[in-house]
């Protein structure tokens, strides 16, 4: 796999129905950069980010290179990529019921909690806690997901994501629908833990001091 490219994209267009969702869209993302995709609701932000996670797939013609190749298994992919979005808190939150622990070594499977045949081991319980403690929610061990408000479960999430050392964290609107304070507080450690993680960051956005603030670069 080529250590230059995180993604590579040309003439990818995707179609819903009889509406563009992306029209031709060329972008590309170097390994180790952080870049923040901006744009206003309803502007293709989030179809970008499927077409990463492998949800969605250009139309015939369009071309999608993640990490230097272009076929991947999802689930190899998804141990290479931390994963954060607005609603993945709600998937969390469904019974049945799951510790905040677990949630966050469940980062290692790709999955959602731990079943059986899911191998934990000492180091990667050392890591979940690490990964915890990055974050500042240490305190919210023991806990189910479905108790916390949304600033601590976005926390929680967030350190499932790093929990693996991903190759590059793609965060969909991590900030969304936080109470101001919390907000200030969390793009702070954001901010501590991009320059900690030495991967490469996608921060998908809608908001500009925000994207400014925690990327060095901005796509439109």
Known sequence: MSDLSLLTIRDASVVRG?????????????????????????SGKST??????????????????????TRWNVTELRGLIGIVSSSMQLDFDAHPPLEVFDCVLSGFFAARGLWTHHKVTGAMR???????????????????????????????LI???????PRALLLDEPLGALDPLVRHELQAQLKQVFAASGCSVVLVTHDLPEAAYLAPRLVL
Do not use: C, W
């Not at 509406?19 to 170097?30: I, S």
């Not at 350190?159 to 050392?165: D, F, I, K, T």
């Open 159 to 165: 350190a499932r994501a790093l929990v693996h050392r």
């Open 126 to 156: 050392d890591r979940a806690d690490a990964a915890l403690a990055q974050i500042g929610a240490t305190h919210l061990k023991g806990r189910d997901m479905s108790t916390l408000s949304t600033g601590e479960a976005r926390r929680v």
């Open 18 to 42: 009889k509406r563009y969702l992306l029209d031709g869209l060329n972008l590309t993302l170097k390994a180790g950069q952080h870049t923040a995709i901006l744009g206003p609701n309803g």
């Open 48 to 69: 970008l980010v499927k077409l990463i996670t492998r949800q969605l797939y250009p139309l015939a013609g369009g071309h999608v290179e993640i990490f230097g190749q």
